[in-house]
């Protein structure tokens, strides 16, 4: 314990002067002849050191106090909860005793440690595995989330209970790298090769158009059925389309099945794989699949414009290339002059440009809508000069590293659960130094942050004008954001998706109906069915007053009847969670002036990819463990975990000092010091007389 003041330490002076003052001031002169030195000196210093404190206590003086805090060091314990885990022979095992051999490998540690239970899967879940259900494995992302959950605590080491088999996700080798924690390994599943066969993966388009041939290509796995026959099937709309005999050529064959398809119906269109075996397999759960092909009538022309080339470029036209819904032609702004009005949606790469076109009004047919990707060869003064919504004042050429910042708000499409987590780790783009000014109606997707500054100026955004809809990058370099795209998740698909919702919002007409009804047609299966829904009145006005209705009807013919919640601009409705297959819905909103209604479908796709493959791989866990300086036990071993943690001299608590002021003249013992010091000197001068 310590005492500060906010003054100076000499000024205690004026208090050890104000106590001599008043104290000698108050008795000098006043001593009798017969009292005595003893009781003269006493009242002489109790007067000095009551008006000394209370002289003090004006400083507004602080006591600062130390404790000391313990914190123990905290173990995370995931436990895969995917439907793989139980699929093999010692399912029972798995599912009956792993959630007690991790409590009581908890309580051989509690003494000294501090345990966290997690459940892994499609989510990552606190507490232990109630069932066994997930349809997804992503072991990386349990990774990511301890190192947000404990990126300021003493997370001392991580136990891992897993096969090893994960669908989604990066590498989780990579992932556990970045804890920098011990972590134990606690092998399941079954690493023996059974008598299977399997449909491994499906290789087709997602979009395809409606009379066009697409390819496809199927692996299919055979363990264990050298020499044996194994008729694949695909059916479409009830009809076998595809007929192939197999054979496998020894005792674990892939096989690769390629031809075409003809689109012949628009809409989205379901084929089914079949493998019919002899019998006696270990599994026939993974012998039939289904795929999703969207049949579309037309494509989206797009007229990517550049003068000089650029990594962005290539980013951008692979991004759209990834989708059958584009046709992107890469065109020079001389070459754009001799084909006006030949596509749907023109993106301006740095144009217009310092040093070529500086003029690119003559390029953009009226009312089309437009993207402009701003850089360091960007005219700004003739880019203000287009009145796009954004102004940008600046004073000198140079450029200033902004990352991107998700704006929360932003919903004129959506982005996906996992693209916010992505977005945090793009790396920065170039933008213009200055300040940005913008239209009064503005959707900002990206606001700039610099360094570590959040700010308000806008990154990447949006403009609905009556004239166009425009789009604006107010930076260079995106090629970086679909490389990190590539390093954090294993492909483009995020960058990839954020451009092409990007060019569909901007190339789709406004629809001139009051009532418009969002909802994504291509969905997973264990993805919630969402609607956002807009309602105007004739004054084009947002209201959000009448009922708006919708039914879900399946299949089989079975309907599902929904009302929408209102929100502060509209109306949003989260049907929840349907198994796979095709569904249709019709929404329907009643005003005083008409009934509306809209229609539309919803295709969900099903998740047997943890059926896929049943093998466990050991053989990662082991990798993980050893390059992160833990060791690898099994299920019947896993209590040795407990002495090799034990062990450890890295894993130790961490001491917390946390220091806390308070106002001194708050302190009670103070109060008491003061009223006994002049209750003593009142007492003696009562009882001497004076």
């Known amino acids: 314990m310590s005492l500060l003041t906010e003054y100076p330490v000499w000024f205690l002076l004026f208090c050890i002067l104000a106590g001599a003052f008043f104290s000698v001031g108050l008795y000098y002169g006043k001593r009798r002849t017969d009292d005595g030195l003893t009781v003269f000196t006493a009242l002489l210093l109790l007067r000095f050191f009551s008006v000394t404190v209370i002289s003090f206590l004006l400083l507004n003086p602080l006591v600062q106090r130390t404790t000391r805090q313990v914190e123990k060091p905290v173990i995370a314990v995931g436990i895969d909860g995917s439907r793989s885990l139980v699929s093999s022979v010692d399912s029972v095992e798995v599912r009956e005793n792993i959630g007690r051999d991790i409590e009581n490998l908890s309580h051989e540690l509690s003494d000294r440690f501090e345990f966290a239970f997690y459940t ?27 190192g947000s959950r404990y990126a300021n605590r003493n997370l001392g080491a991580v136990i891992l209970a897993t096969d090893g088999i994960y669908n989604k996700g990066s590498n989780p080798y990579y992932a556990a790298e970045k804890l920098s924690v011990p972590v134990f390994s606690v092998a399941l599943g079954d690493t023996s090769l059974h008598k299977d066969v399997l449909i491994m993966n499906i290789s087709v388009s997602k979009q395809v158009y409606l009379n066009d041939e697409f390819p496809f290509e199927i692996m299919v796995e055979a363990d264990k059925y050298t020499g044996k026959e194994i008729k694949l099937g695909v059916k479409h709309s009830g009809e076998v389309v595809i007929n192939r005999l197999l054979k496998a050529s020894n005792d674990h064959a892939l096989i690769r099945v390629s031809g075409t398809l003809q689109a012949r119906q628009k809409g989205m269109q379901k084929y089914s794989v079949e493998l019919e075996t002899p019998g006696d397999e270990f599994s026939r759960a993974n012998n039939k699949r289904d795929f999703y092909v969207e049949v579309l009538e037309s494509r989206i022309r797009v007229a990517l ?52 076109t500086s003029d690119i009004s003559k390029l953009l047919p009226e009312r089309s809508p437009v993207l402009y990707v701003i850089g360091s060869q960007t005219d700004i003064a003739g880019f203000n000069r287009l009145k796009t919504g954004l102004i940008i004042n600046t004073q000198k050429k140079s450029m200033t590293d902004i990352q991107p910042l998700l704006n929360p708000d932003f919903s004129l499409f959506g982005l996906g659960r996992e693209f916010s987590g992505i977005v945090r780790e793009f790396p920065p783009v170039q933008c213009p130094s200055g300040s940005f000014e913008t239209a009064a109606i503005t959707d900002v997707m990206f606001f700039q942050k610099i360094g570590e500054v959040k700010t308000k100026y806008p990154l990447l955004m949006f403009f609905d004008m009556p004239s166009r809809k425009t789009g604006i990058i107010a930076g260079e ?38 009532f418009v009804i969002n909802a994504g047609n291509r969905l997973e299966e264990g993805d919630p069915i969402e609607f956002d829904a807009t309602l105007f009145n004739p004054a084009h006005e947002l209201i959000n007053t009448p009922d708006v209705t919708l039914e879900l ?54 998740l047997d990819i943890e059926l896929v493959n049943l093998k466990a791989d050991h053989t990662l866990l082991q990798q993980i463990s050893a390059r992160n300086k833990g ?40 109060l008491l010091l003061i009223l006994g010091l002049l209750s003593a000197e009142w007492a003696i001068r009562k009882r001497n007389g004076i």
Not at 130 to 137: Q, Y
Not at 313 to 339: C, D, F, H, N, W
Not at 649 to 656: A, T
């Open 120 to 146: 892994f899967g499609q989510d990552v879940i606190p507490g232990l595995p109630k069932d066994f259900k997930g349809n997804h494995t992503d072991i990386s992302e349990f990774f990511n989330e301890l």
């Open 553 to 606: 009807k399946n299949e089989e013919g079975k309907t599902y009847p929904f009302l929408f919640t209102r929100t502060e601009k509209g109306y949003y409705l989260n049907a929840g969670y349907f198994p796979s297959g095709n569904y249709t819905w019709s929404a329907s909103a009643k005003t005083a002036q008409a009934l509306y209604t809209k229609k539309g479908m919803i295709s969900i796709t099903p």
């Open 477 to 514: 370099n995106i090629w970086r954001w679909r490389m990190s795209d590539y390093i954090q998740v294993s492909d483009f698909s995020l960058f990839d998706d954020m451009i092409t919702r990007m060019v569909q919002y901007l190339a789709v007409k406004n629809d001139p109906s009051p």
């Open 305 to 356: 414009v550049y003068e000089s080339p650029h990594p962005d470029i290539a980013a951008i036209a692979s991004a759209l290339g990834s989708s059958a819904k584009y046709s992107v032609t890469q065109i020079s702004p001389s070459e754009l002059l001799k084909r006006p009005g030949d596509f749907d949606l023109y993106i301006f790469y740095q144009l217009p440009s310092v040093a070529g």
């Open 631 to 670: 060791e690898m036990v099994s299920q019947k071993d896993i209590l040795k975990l407990a002495e090799a943690i034990k062990k450890r001299n890295d894993i130790k608590p961490v001491i917390h000092l946390k220091r806390k002021y308070t106002d001194l003249a708050g302190e009670w013992w103070l």
